[in-house]
């Protein structure tokens, strides 16, 4: 493992986390009395940003909040998690973005996101970060924010050779491939490569096959994540398979964004990209264990523990 303390970008989402533990979904008309209920800090931006903070990277944030009590206090959370809020800022007469969730007693989960003030995030403001950006080992981005900026990012960050990292989650039909060219990794799940492919990925063969398609129009590297199966490595030479981490779950809400997170972290500290996959790996399955979102997300101490226990 290496000593350095990577720079880390997020240009991506904030949300408040309304998590609703059920026993089951109510039917249309039903009314069903739930165990538990928590909010918490969360957004697949912010919690790719908390995940990387919490391991040690600098992290530097790009992203609007809500002009309601939910805004200062995702800054001051950001504060909080010794993330640099510079280019947080709000968006009068907007409300914050929030995600109702619900959990299942077997961990799974089930998410709405209402987007509030992300969907203010513009190309303007990744011009005003630029200079910070450029600055940065690696760059995270999700889709919780508008396409437009997603791909402004891209192409700004391979104007200054920094490393892109995009998460196509929450799914979108709309994301324009030809948009991504310059990108460095594209980290879909099956159903996202699915959509996003046009092909099937029943199969390892299929997958294979789907991820090459996007390596054939100009993005550089795809982790396929298969969920309880781990991941695929795919470049335009070679597969590799990333283990996946046995563990009993608890509450599965935010395991993807803390092994993006993970992932970026040991990136940025040095590690080749499989090995460092491997490493958010098992981030997100420390995850897992906990309930809550950004909550759940172990500091590089806790996980070094974690590490030992589950060598
Ligand atoms: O990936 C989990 C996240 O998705 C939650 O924190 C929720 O806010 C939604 O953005």
Known sequence: MTGRKGRIGVVGSNMIDLITYIDRMPRPGETVEAPDFEIGFGGKGANQAVAASRLGSEVVMVT????????????????????????????????????????????????????????ALMPADVDAAEADLARCDVILMQLEVPLETVYHTVAMAARHGVTTVLNPAPADRALDIGGLAGLTFFTPNESELALLSGMPTETDAHILTAARSLIERGIGQVVVTLGGRGARLVTREAVTPIAPVQVTPVDTTGAGDAFIGGFAHFLAAGLPAAEALGQGARYAAQSITRRGTQKSYATADEFAGFCEAHK
């Open 64 to 119: 609007r909040v809500g002009d309601d009590l939910f805004g200062p206090q995702q800054v001051e959370n950001f504060r909080a998690n010794g993330i640099d809020t510079t280019h947080v800022r709000p968006v009068p007469g907007k409300a914050s973005g929030v995600a109702p969730i619900f959990v299942e007693a077997s961990g799974e989960n089930s998410i709405l996101i209402v987007k509030g003030a992300n969907a």
